[in-house]
């Protein structure tokens, strides 16, 4: 069987409620892309069916995880909309190297006690991974309602872990999500990009 035939069998026997996580999920991604406001509608929506499905999974941080996220969907829709003004969204930035480099360490030493504990204490799959994802994903979605340019490129790698290991707890259909959203990635820097260029031309 092709890797194609394994994902398309996989998908037709997946769950409505993931289906609908899945679509909501790719939604938020591209509006998100657009700088839309609505993105927020669909990351709750998404997020919240997420919370249960990765319980089951038995992905706890991960569960937690999108936890944050229901959470952050209204804090991003509230800067983002008090952001606006003249029709004109908030403006795309960036912040300094040292600021990224600092928040890296801090992740790496949490992920690893996170790590631990889950070791000890639970029958977590893939801990030390599920908790490095966790955090720099936590980190990542504060960043995009911030509407910081590097978000993007903590996304390229949580998602690339991310889809490796829900196709090894058999949500096939939710890896085929993040694959998704690798290749979509790139289209969100550069869009952004040119969107803060054309931003800080205005000003001047």
Same mark, same amino acid.
């Given at each position: ?11 037709? !026997?997946?769950? &409505? ?37 990765? &319980? ?45 480099? =600092?928040?890296?360490?801090? &992740?790496?030493?949490?992920? !690893? ?22 955090? =720099? !994903?936590?980190?990542?979605? #504060?960043?995009? !309602? ?17 889809? #490796? ?12 999500? #993040? ?15 040119? =969107?803060?260029?054309?931003?800080? =031309?205005?000003?001047?």
């Amino acid at each position: 069987m092709t890797l194609f035939e394994t994902i398309l069998e996989q998908a037709r !026997a997946q769950s &409505i409620p993931e289906v609908i996580a899945v679509i909501a999920a790719v939604l938020y991604l591209v509006l998100a892309i657009r700088e839309h406001i609505a993105c927020w509608f669909f990351a709750a929506l998404s997020t919240a069916i997420y919370v249960w499905l990765f &319980i089951e999974a038995r992905l706890y941080m991960e569960s937690i995880l999108n936890g944050f996220y229901l959470v952050m969907a209204g804090y991003g829709y509230f800067v983002w909309r008090s952001g606006q003004s003249d029709g004109r969204n908030s403006p795309v930035v960036t912040w300094p190297l040292k600021t990224h480099l =600092s928040v890296i360490a801090m &992740i790496i030493a949490i992920s !690893a006690v996170n790590g631990y504990l889950l070791t000890k204490y639970s029958d977590a799959a893939f801990p030390y991974v599920d908790s490095l994802t966790t955090w =720099s !994903a936590i980190w990542a979605t #504060f960043l995009v !309602a911030r509407k910081v340019l590097e978000n993007w490129w903590y996304w390229l790698l949580i998602d690339i872990a991310s889809a #490796f290991i829900y196709w090894s707890r058999d949500l096939q259909l939710t890896s085929l999500l #993040f694959a998704v959203y690798v290749c979509m990635i790139p289209f969100g820097i550069i869009i952004w990009t040119q =969107s803060m260029r054309e931003q800080q =031309s205005e000003i001047r």
